[in-house]
């Protein structure tokens, strides 16, 4: 089962996150296998980090529960909050088989929230500047609750409109590059 994690930075956490950086890159060795992306998200300047994304294939929701709570960031305070859904990998790859590679152009993550009827399951047209797209899901997979993508993109508006935004009760936009050791 995969699973999308993002764990929101609280504000006034930055010397913590970093004193924690070796702890937490240590933790995720441990995810190496099982891991389809992460990295942090960052201000609009990308000067600093506001969160971190882990899209992860675990046995089960319990298994995910621990992956996100028990990381040391999250249990030193780092983060004010975390999003954990299931989710499904429409493009069937990882992060690291990107074609655009781990560093050319901008990064996104684009998180659509919702409820209701499902939108955007079917892969846009271009999908060349997609890096991971899938479903946001309930813990049984049955119910929608939104999209979640990792897009390379010329701005946020740009990749903004990898859905359809109407569609969502909000969509927020974060800058976001390929994390874990290089």
Same mark, same amino acid.
């Given at each position: ?6 764990? /929101? ?28 992306? /992460? ?38 305070? %780092? ?8 989710? /499904? ?72 409109? %990898?859905?359809? %935004?109407? /569609? ?15």
């Amino acid at each position: 089962m995969e699973f999308f994690c993002y764990h /929101r930075d609280r504000p006034g956490s930055l010397a913590l996150r970093d004193e924690l950086l070796h702890d937490h890159w240590s933790y995720m060795d441990q995810y190496a296998k099982e891991l389809i992306a /992460r990295g942090p998200t960052l201000t609009a300047d990308g000067e600093e980090p506001t969160g971190s994304v882990h899209i992860v294939d675990l046995p089960d929701p319990a298994a995910a529960r621990a992956f996100a709570f028990d990381e040391p960031g999250y249990q030193a305070g %780092v983060y004010q909050d975390v999003l954990l859904r299931r989710w /499904r990998n429409i493009l069937g790859r990882t992060m690291w088989d990107f074609p655009g590679g781990r560093t050319d152009g901008d990064r996104f993550l684009v998180l659509g929230l919702g409820a209701g009827e499902a939108v955007d399951l079917e892969l846009p047209r271009d999908t060349g500047e997609l890096i991971a797209y899938g479903p946001l899901l309930s813990d049984d997979g049955t119910a929608w609750l939104g999209t979640a993508a990792l897009v390379r993109a010329p701005d946020a508006d740009a990749a903004r409109a %990898v859905l359809t %935004v109407d /569609r969502y009760a909000t969509v927020e936009v974060h800058r976001w590059q390929f994390g874990g050791r290089s």
